[in-house]
Each structure stands twice: as C-alpha cells, then as structure tokens.
C-alpha cells in the first residue's frame, strides 16, 4: 500500500536558488496520512519506506505550486563504538560524541519525483544552518539539536531534482540510554515520515 504524506513548503528567491526547508513561511499539513511511518507512536524500523507529497513555490511571484513525491527509506543504522570510529575515519576533526550522548548513523534513500508541472523545482538535503533535513526525536518526543559534522562518504547531502535520488549517511547525536530514539522528515508539521533509529 502507498503510503504518503503532504507536506507544504515555501521556495523563496528561486533565482537566488536558495531553497529553504522548515521555514516560518511554511504552510501545514493539507492530509495527513495514518498508518505504519506516519506517527509519532507507530514508526517504521530499519527497511522500511514511505512517502511524502512535498509541495513548493515561489513565494514572491505568487505562482501556481508543484508537487512531488520524496520516497524515504531508511536502509540500516549503526550507533556505539562503530559509528564513532565511522565518523573518526570520515575526519579526524570531527569531535567525539558529549558526555551521555552516542552517535547514531542513518542510511538513507531520498527519492524525488514531480508529480505536477513545470517540476524544475529543487529540494536541498543538507544546508550549513540546520544540517540535514532529518531530525532526531527522543522516546519522550523531545527534537535533538542537529550535528554539524562530517559523515561518512556517501553522505546525503546535496540538492535533488524531479527523477534524481540520493543515498548516504547522516549523523544524529543521542541519549546513551534513550532505547527508542527515532527520525522523522517533516517534523514542523502535524504528522511526519517517521522511522526507528534502534
């Protein structure tokens, strides 16, 4: 069964191609979806894919807005010591994890596909604000504050077309002892993508 999620995002200065994902122009969800990966309390393990309906535009030009399927699967995760040394290979700058907190690596599938026309809009997986367009949330529903550093190659960053995919790595910084923490893609929204990061 298709799973899918609507989510509205704002594009502004197209010409300046600065895509900004999360913003306060940002509009909520228009049909939030039920089921396995679309809550909170029901999120999908490791393997597991869903769909969100991304819809953007330009703000100024007041335009008409494309819309387009992004396919999320979440294909494996690694935390502990092995992600450490992951990370440390990936660059030595990159510092180790703080006190009572551990890394968890995520690998992750991104597909984007235009659903409407004209569909040249571009959607950005990473940026040097916020970081990856993934957010970890704690077991009590708490958002972890993003990890500015250096993954593993592949990672998922980069700034994705109609018919392009990307796959690669992120990095979240979480609780040694939260034994539920998740990912979510949406997570300014009513619903979200949402996946199991143990």
């Known amino acids: 069964m298709r799973r899918s999620l609507i989510i509205s995002y ?11 994902h999360g913003t306060a122009y940002a509009f909520a969800n228009e049909d939030p979806r039920q089921g396995p990966g679309y809550s909170f309390k029901d999120p999908l ?13 330009d703000w100024y030009a007041n335009l008409s807005w494309d819309t387009y399927d992004a396919k999320i699967t979440l294909l494996e995760t690694i935390s502990g010591n092995k992600a450490w040394e992951l990370i440390r290979s990936a660059d030595n700058s990159n510092p180790s994890p703080d006190d009572g907190f551990e890394y968890i690596l995520a690998r992750v599938k991104f597909e984007y596909q235009s659903t409407s026309q004209p569909g040249d809009k571009g959607f950005a997986l990473w940026n040097k604000q916020s970081g990856s367009c993934m957010t970890a949330v704690s ?11 250096s993954p593993p ?10 018919g392009k995919s990307s796959e690669g790595w992120v990095v979240f910084s979480v609780a ?3 034994v539920a923490p998740l990912m979510v893609f949406g997570r300014e929204y009513k619903s979200g993508v949402w996946f199991r990061l143990r």
Do not use: H
């Open 176 to 178: 040694r002892d939260d």
């Open 139 to 149: 077991s009590t529903g708490k958002d972890y504050k993003s990890v500015l550093i």
């Open 45 to 57: 393990p490791a393997g597991g894919s869903a769909v969100a309906v991304i819809k953007t535009g």
């Open 153 to 162: 190659e592949p990672a998922l960053k980069g700034r994705l077309y109609s």
């Open 10 to 20: 704002v594009v502004i200065c197209s010409d300046l191609n600065l895509f900004l």
